[in-house]
């Protein structure tokens, strides 16, 4: 294990243009040992800070692990868009809440005031409530990143109406589902958007998708390319002229701290997405206070995540965290590749930002593209904090970013959490905790972390164990349920290790304390920091197919899926790997497809009938122990298109 330790330069707190939120470690330790010895006490302190209330709440929290009904602040009355713009426009109306960055560096770029965004998210909200939205309605959104998705979930939050946001990259079929899921009255989109060079016609998605969803009355579309749809009368709007008739003021309702705030869609180990939820307060200030503490994030501060909202980074760090903390955010259309690998330098030097949150996909394939030459041009002197995200990210990736973009100037935040936890569980404090490569650190404010034996299930305490990793007190920022399943969220994570909550990771507690997390113990797979679940591919394919969908290392993407597929047909068609590929992608998104299929006649199969794939991932990663395979079934395939794959066996 690598366990070089890397110092916050000295020069980080001395150029600091507002003083850090944290004088040291010193003020860490002593903060985190309060909130862990007297959680109620810390959160409630820390949110009548950060956020604002209508109504104080009387108690801080009821509840506990073992019975998965946790609650926080009860009593409490606040609005998220209230706490993410009313209070900012008030305090100082013309600082810039949104720069929105086009995918083509020739577009010019938004800037959008907090005075301006008030406006904007009103008039939306005024749309809403006249399209018949009502508080606790779900509002579908499916946008790109530009700054009016911004106010769909700010809009929605006015009015408490709770906020699903489907990634732009998903199917129409996926689209769907989750549309029928929520019971969407409303969907909110744009004409196109626009994503390295090419159109991504979101309204033709939107327009396949809701054929099938009768609950669905109205389309908004917010016109953004210009680019040809197609118009169903009745039921869709353009929202340019639809927002004309709605005042730039409406007052943003009370809701209880419990209230939803949104629902997102994420992957579990087995079945169908499920539909995590989060609450308004808890939520909030699990983004205000992760915002603060792990980023030092300063009102004058510019947040670049290039995180996409359809996922959890997106909305607590590229939307919740910076506005809650009333800096400005930038976001970004485009990718990091078009038209230049250097695209990320010059949107940070462009807008002077101060922070830039990312992902190891995105690192690892700039650091095979970029010379140190290619960027020099660059002034990224504002630039303070580096962000990771999404996986566990290698020494030399996190060696690269920190000196190629940090130039040994910055603070490197690695920061692990999940949709689940709605902000970070364990991360290295910007300019506070001594930086280890490769390492997520210590836990935040408040987490209480667990490593758990797998096989006994008892913790295993103090440094220099490996388990699988649990967090043993709540937090405001959990999720509180599953959307129409809480026993499945019970049984995901809190019946699993009863008291505990499960996060499905594994990971090692080094001589230091400092946690570095070893992936998914479960059958997730991580495409590009994109977490999908084995089975939910695998039953795409349930109808032309036997399959087994395997996570393998790849150096771009972390992982990539391989498919090792049997065919309930006695002739392999020609091209039936495409095929299958184009199924998936049709069916689930483009990151979900295969890098590879493989056509095999029978999977290997214990005797009760489950697939072994302990065995396919060592063929595939061409590991040759296979450990005890006495159980296994498998028969050779006898057609000579079969890949060899099985036959090795
Ligand atoms: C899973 C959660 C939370 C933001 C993006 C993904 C993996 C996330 C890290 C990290 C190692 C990480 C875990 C986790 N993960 N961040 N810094 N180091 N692994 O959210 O889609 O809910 O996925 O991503 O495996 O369980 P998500």
Redesign the pocket.
């Known amino acids: 294990m690598d366990s070089e330790v890397v110092h916050v330069p000295a020069e980080w707190r001395a150029q600091h243009p507002h003083g850090a939120h944290l004088t040291g470690m010193l003020e860490y330790r002593a903060l985190y040992e309060e909130s862990i010895r007297s959680p109620n006490t810390f959160w409630a302190k820390q949110a009548r800070e950060l956020l604002s209330f209508s109504h104080g709440f009387h108690t801080t929290h009821i509840g506990s692990l073992a019975k998965g009904n946790n609650a926080w602040f009860l009593g409490g009355e606040l609005n998220a868009s209230f706490c993410c713009v009313d209070r900012h426009a008030i305090a100082d109306p013309d600082r810039v809440a949104i720069i929105h960055e086009p995918d083509d560096s020739c577009d010019a770029s938004r800037e959008i005031t907090y005075g301006d965004l008030l406006g904007h998210v009103s008039r939306l909200a005024g749309c809403l409530r006249a399209q018949g939205v009502q508080k606790g309605d779900i509002v579908t959104i499916y946008m790109p990143m530009i700054p009016e998705a911004i106010f769909a979930m700010l809009a929605c939050a006015r009015i408490g109406a709770v906020h699903s946001v489907v990634f732009a990259g998903f199917s129409a079929d996926a689209l769907r589902d989750r549309i029928q899921d929520a019971n969407s009255k409303v969907v909110i989109t744009t004409d196109e958007g626009r994503r390295g060079g090419k159109a991504i016609p979101t309204k033709a998605v939107v327009d396949t998708a809701v054929r099938d969803c009768p609950c669905v009355s109205t389309v908004l579309t917010f016109k953004h390319t210009g680019g040809d749809v197609s118009w169903t009368a009745g039921r869709d709007m353009w929202c340019d002229e639809e927002l004309k008739k709605y005042p730039s003021y409406i007052s943003s309702e009370p809701m209880h701290s419990e209230d939803y705030l949104f629902l997102l869609y994420?992957s579990g180990s087995t079945g169908k997405p499920k539909g995590v939820l989060h609450s308004t307060a808890g939520y909030l200030l699990g983004a205000a206070m992760t915002g603060k503490y792990v980023f030092d994030i300063h009102p004058k501060d510019r947040f670049f995540c290039s995180g996409d909202i359809g996922?959890?980074?997106g909305h607590t760090y590229t939307v919740y965290a910076p506005l809650v903390l009333g800096c400005t955010t930038v976001i970004f259309e485009g990718t990091p590749a078009y038209p230049s690998f250097t695209r990320y330098w010059e949107v940070i030097s462009k807008h002077a930002a101060t922070h830039f949150y990312t992902a190891p996909t995105a690192l690892r394939l700039l650091k095979s593209k970029i010379k140190k030459r290619d960027v020099e041009e660059f002034n990224m002197s504002q630039l303070r904090v580096l962000g990771?995200?999404?996986?566990?990210?290698a020494p030399d990736t996190w060696k690269w970013f920190y000196n190629s973009m940090g130039d040994q100037k910055m603070t490197l935040t690695?920061?692990?959490?999940?949709?689940?936890t709605g902000s970070h569980i364990v991360a290295s404090l910007a300019g506070v905790t001594p930086m280890k490569p490769g390492c997520?650190s210590l836990p935040c404010f408040g987490i209480d972390l667990a490593i758990i034996d797998p096989v006994s299930g008892e913790e295993l305490k103090g440094n220099l164990v490996v388990g699988v990793l649990a967090i043993k007190q709540p937090w405001p920022s959990m999720a509180r349920t599953i959307k129409g399943n809480h026993d499945r969220y019970m049984d995901t994570y809190f019946n699993v290790y009863k008291g505990y909550y499960f996060?499905?990771?594994g990971a090692y507690r080094d001589q230091d304390g400092y946690i570095w997390?070893r992936?998914?113990v479960d059958d997730v797979v991580?495409v590009s920091?994109?977490?999908i679940s084995t089975s939910e591919i695998e039953s795409s394919l349930l109808e032309h197919a036997e399959t087994a969908i395997i996570g393998v290392p790849d150096e771009l993407t972390g992982e990539a899926i391989n498919a090792v597929v049997s065919l309930k047909t006695p002739v392999i068609p020609l091209g039936i790997e495409q095929e299958l590929i184009l199924h998936i992608r049709q069916s689930i998104a483009p990151f979900a497809a295969p890098k590879k299929v493989f056509i095999v006649k029978d999977l290997p199969k214990t005797r009760s009938g489950k697939i072994v794939r302990r065995i396919l991932r060592k063929l595939l990663t061409g590991e040759k122990e296979f450990g005890d395979i006495s159980t296994v079934r498998c028969s050779s395939p006898k057609n000579e298109k079969c890949q060899p794959l099985i036959l090795r066996l």
């Open positions: 994420t996922w959890i980074t990771s995200v999404g996986e566990p990210i690695d920061t692990y959490w999940q949709t689940e997520a996060t499905g990771d997390i992936g998914r991580n920091g994109h977490r």
